[in-house]
């Protein structure tokens, strides 16, 4: 799955979240949006199967505006953990 995550200036950062930019990311082949923020920085994170990463600049235009103040972090790994009942194994 593809998945990108935007770093904006807070006092930038204007994330539309309407029915416009929400078509215009789903195009890009985005499924899910999530969004985080402290005083400083707005986290804007991508997923989606048909989502490319690699090519960031049209999410970017549609949720940040400027390119030129966002950061972008690809995935490098994900990930799921199980909470599995310990079956008599001991850890290595």
């Known amino acids: 799955m593809g998945q ?27 499924t899910s949006v999530s969004l985080a923020a402290d005083s400083h920085t707005t986290t804007i994170i991508l997923e989606g ?13 549609v949720l940040c505006g400027s390119p030129e103040e966002t950061r972008t972090l690809q995935s490098i790994a994900h990930m799921a953990v199980s909470a599995a009942a310990n079956q008599g194994g001991t850890l290595p």
Not at 14 to 23: F, L, R, T
Not at 49 to 61: K, S, T
């Open 4 to 30: 990108l995550v935007l770093l904006v200036p807070t006092d930038r950062a204007d994330v539309p979240i309407g029915s416009a930019a929400i078509e215009a990311i789903a195009r890009l082949g985005v």
């Open 49 to 61: 199967w048909a989502f490319d990463p690699a090519w960031p600049g049209a999410a970017i235009r």
